[in-house]
């Protein structure tokens, strides 16, 4: 059963607390993404990966941090520098970020929503 | 319909009606389009995509229209059913040509279909 799974589905942060939210692929793509979605709003990217160990800044990647140490994995911890982490977080992987059209495609996992205590 | 940074516009049908489902773009340079559908509490779906050398794609019941004169996307959904309620988010490829296949987001269009 091929996916992008999420874990947790609920979590809840104390104020001052970093937390991780985890995001692993078994689709064997080479780029992964984190977004944050707010209520009635769109996505917004906060950080992504185009292969292991290399990763880059999306539009609002103060306060969290990443890591790729391994191609399926892609966790986010929300830092306590993140001000406002209350959010529905979604995980996304493609097949070749570098090729053009349908490899493009972004596959999502089922999300994360965090609340604060 | 919706526009990349605008709020979330809505769209209500009757259960066997055609919706049409817009959106505007602001690069020029984007060359690759994707419609998602998420519904409540689950991730985004990929519905279809259209590269900007067509400017019409379909698939099972979705038609996507591109225009890029205007920059102006559509998703055309036929016969539509309860099971399409979700909010609709077109996506652009905006860096263009070769990338790190990073896409912009629309806010999405919220669609209600009543039985």
């Known amino acids: 059963d091929g996916g992008i799974t999420q874990s947790p589905k609920y979590l809840f942060r104390k104020e001052g607390q970093n937390v991780t939210l985890s995001c692993e692929q078994n689709?064997?793509?080479?780029?992964m993404y984190w977004y944050r979605q707010d209520p009635g709003q769109g996505l917004r990217l906060i950080y992504y990966?185009?292969?292991?160990?290399?990763?880059q800044k999306g539009d609002i990647a103060e306060g969290y941090s990443v890591s790729r140490e391994k191609k399926e994995s892609f966790p986010l911890t929300v830092t306590s520098a993140q001000k406002n982490p209350t959010a529905f977080y979604l995980c996304?992987?493609?097949?070749?970020?570098?090729?053009?059209?349908?490899?493009?495609?972004?596959?999502f996992g089922a999300g994360t929503r965090l609340s604060v205590l | 319909g919706e526009s990349v940074g605008l709020h979330l516009p809505t769209l209500s049908v009757q259960e066997g009606d055609n919706s049409i489902i817009n959106c505007a773009y602001s690069?020029?340079?984007?060359?690759?389009f994707i419609w998602y559908k998420q519904e409540s509490g689950k991730g985004p779906q990929f519905i279809i995509d259209i590269r900007s050398n067509m400017d019409k794609r379909q698939g099972q019941r979705v038609t996507v229209l591109l225009n890029k004169t205007v920059k102006h996307l559509s998703l055309q959904i036929a016969a539509t059913q309860p099971g399409d309620s979700a909010v609709y988010f077109c996506?652009?490829?905006?860096?263009?040509?070769?990338?790190?296949?990073?896409?912009?987001f629309g806010q999405g269009t919220i669609l209600t279909v009543h039985p």
């Open positions: 689709l064997n793509h080479d780029a």
């Open positions: 996506a652009e490829n905006g860096a263009g040509g070769t990338s790190y296949g990073k896409l912009t």
């Open positions: 990966s185009q292969i292991v160990n290399d990763f």
């Open positions: 996304a992987s493609s097949i070749d970020p570098t090729a053009l059209g349908s490899k493009n495609i972004q596959y």
């Open positions: 690069n020029s340079a984007s060359d690759y």
